[in-house]
C-alpha cells in the first residue's frame, strides 16, 4: 500500500502545502526577517538591542567632537586673518612715516604770500632729497624752511623733552609744521649779490637784471623797498611772489641773521600742488634766471 508524503524540501523539512505555500521565488526575493525574529546559532532568540544605542552615541561623539575641531579651525584662521590684516596696516603705517622723514614731505600752504603760485590752504609736496648728495638750492626753486634763526628768534633755554616728541612728529608728518615753517622762492644763493633801487625797478643778481612777471603776482612790484646785500657762504635770499603781502628776506635785514635762510634749514624743494585737485600742478623752475646763469655763487648747479 502507498503512502502520499508531501515532497521534502532541499532542506529536508516538509514543504509547505495549501494555500499558505510560498514559492522559491517568493521566499528569496522577499523581506529580510525583523532582527526580533531572527534566531542565534543555538536556536533561540537574538536578544533585543538597547534603546540607548550606544555604538550611535558613541559615533555622535565622535561627529560632535569633529565639529568642535572644526569651529576651532574657524576661528583660527579668523585669528590669522586679522593678524595679517594688522601686520599689513603697520608695514603700510611705517612705510608712510619714512617716506615723511625722508623723502616726500606734505605741507598746507598758510598765506597768500606765495600768490599766484600757490594759493592759501593749498596741499604741497616737498621733495626731501631733492638736495641730498651734494645738491644745493637754485635760484628760483620754491623751499619749504623752517624759520628758526633766521625769520624767527632761537627759543630761550634747552629744548624740553616734549618739545623734542613734538619735533619727531613733525618729521614724521603726525604733527601740524607749526607757524616756524615757511614756504618763499629762491632769489640768491651762496655767492650771490642781490640789489633792489626800489618802485618800479627789477631785481639784479649779480648785476644781471631779473624779469620776474611770470611768477610776480599782478600789480606787485619786484620790491618796494630798496636793498644792497651778498649771500653768505651755505645760506638763501628769499622772497614771496606775492611781494606787497609777503614777510621774508627784506623784512629782516637789520636782524640778527640778516634775513638769509641757512642751507640745513631746508626742508625740501616744493614740487606739486596736489590738492585741491582743481589746482594739481608741477612746480617748475622758472626761466627768469637763465641770464643769470654763470655769473657766480652754486645757482648753476642742478
Given at each position: 500500500?502507498?503512502?502520499?508524503?508531501?515532497?521534502?524540501?532541499r532542506?529536508?523539512?516538509?514543504?509547505?502545502?495549501?494555500?499558505?505555500?510560498?514559492?522559491?521565488?517568493?521566499?528569496?526575493?522577499?523581506?529580510?526577517?525583523?532582527?526580533?525574529?531572527?534566531?542565534?546559532?543555538?536556536?533561540?532568540?537574538?536578544?533585543?538591542?538597547?534603546?540607548?544605542?550606544?555604538?550611535?552615541?558613541?559615533?555622535?561623539?565622535?561627529?560632535?567632537?569633529?565639529?568642535?575641531?572644526?569651529?576651532?579651525?574657524?576661528?583660527?584662521?579668523?585669528?590669522?586673518?586679522?593678524?595679517?590684516?594688522?601686520?599689513?596696516?603697520?608695514?603700510?603705517?611705517?612705510?608712510?612715516?619714512?617716506?615723511?622723514?625722508?623723502?616726500?614731505?606734505?605741507?598746507?600752504?598758510?598765506?597768500?604770500?606765495?600768490?599766484?603760485?600757490?594759493?592759501?590752504?593749498?596741499?604741497?609736496?616737498?621733495?626731501?632729497?631733492?638736495?641730498?648728495?651734494?645738491?644745493?638750492?637754485?635760484?628760483g626753486?620754491?623751499?619749504?624752511?623752517?624759520?628758526?634763526?633766521?625769520?624767527?628768534?632761537?627759543?630761550?633755554?634747552?629744548?624740553?623733552?616734549?618739545?623734542?616728541?613734538?619735533?619727531?612728529?613733525?618729521?614724521?608728518?603726525?604733527?601740524?609744521?607749526?607757524?616756524?615753517?615757511?614756504?618763499?622762492?629762491?632769489?640768491?644763493?651762496?655767492?650771490?649779490?642781490?640789489?633792489?633801487?626800489?618802485?618800479?625797478?627789477p631785481?639784479?643778481?649779480?648785476?644781471?637784471?631779473?624779469?620776474?612777471?611770470?611768477y610776480?603776482?599782478?600789480?606787485?612790484?619786484?620790491?618796494?623797498?630798496?636793498?644792497?646785500?651778498?649771500?653768505p657762504?651755505?645760506?638763501?635770499?628769499?622772497?614771496?611772489?606775492?611781494r606787497?603781502?609777503?614777510?621774508?628776506?627784506?623784512?629782516?635785514?637789520?636782524?640778527?641773521?640778516?634775513?638769509?635762510?641757512?642751507?640745513?634749514?631746508?626742508?625740501?624743494?616744493?614740487?606739486?600742488?596736489?590738492y585741491?585737485?582743481?589746482?594739481?600742478?608741477?612746480?617748475?623752475?622758472?626761466?627768469?634766471?637763465?641770464?643769470?646763469?654763470?655769473?657766480?655763487?652754486?645757482?648753476?648747479?642742478?
Amino acid at each position: 500500500m502507498s503512502t502520499h508524503e508531501p515532497p521534502a524540501d532541499r532542506d529536508g523539512s516538509p514543504a509547505p502545502t495549501g494555500a499558505d505555500s510560498l514559492s522559491r521565488s517568493a521566499v528569496v526575493s522577499g523581506p529580510e526577517p525583523s532582527p526580533e525574529r531572527q534566531a542565534t546559532p543555538d536556536g533561540g532568540p537574538v536578544p533585543e538591542q538597547s534603546e540607548d544605542k550606544p555604538e550611535a552615541a558613541e559615533k555622535d561623539g565622535e561627529d560632535g567632537e569633529d565639529g568642535e575641531s572644526g569651529g576651532d579651525g574657524g576661528s583660527e584662521l579668523g585669528r590669522s586673518r586679522s593678524r595679517d590684516l594688522l601686520l599689513l596696516v603697520g608695514i603700510c603705517l611705517a612705510a608712510l612715516l619714512l617716506v615723511n622723514a625722508f623723502v616726500a614731505r606734505p605741507f598746507t600752504v598758510p598765506s597768500g604770500s606765495m600768490e599766484d603760485a600757490l594759493q592759501p590752504g593749498d596741499r604741497l609736496i616737498a621733495d626731501q632729497l631733492a638736495y641730498a648728495f651734494g645738491g644745493h638750492p637754485r635760484r628760483g626753486d620754491i623751499v619749504v624752511f623752517d624759520g628758526v634763526g633766521s625769520f624767527l628768534p632761537e627759543p630761550a633755554g634747552q629744548p624740553g623733552f616734549w618739545d623734542n616728541v613734538r619735533s619727531v612728529g613733525r618729521d614724521l608728518g603726525l604733527v601740524p609744521a607749526g607757524n616756524t615753517v615757511y614756504v618763499k622762492r629762491v632769489i640768491g644763493v651762496s655767492g650771490d649779490r642781490v640789489r633792489s633801487t626800489g618802485p618800479g625797478a627789477p631785481l639784479t643778481v649779480n648785476g644781471v637784471p631779473v624779469d620776474e612777471t611770470s611768477y610776480l603776482a599782478p600789480g606787485d612790484q619786484p620790491s618796494d623797498v630798496a636793498f644792497d646785500v651778498v649771500v653768505p657762504p651755505g645760506e638763501l635770499f628769499v622772497l614771496g611772489d606775492h611781494r606787497s603781502a609777503s614777510r621774508d628776506s627784506r623784512d629782516h635785514l637789520g636782524e640778527p641773521g640778516g634775513g638769509f635762510v641757512p642751507e640745513d634749514k631746508v626742508i625740501g624743494r616744493a614740487d606739486w600742488v596736489v590738492y585741491p585737485f582743481s589746482r594739481l600742478t608741477g612746480l617748475d623752475r622758472p626761466s627768469a634766471f637763465t641770464a643769470v646763469t654763470g655769473t657766480g655763487g652754486h645757482g648753476d648747479q642742478g
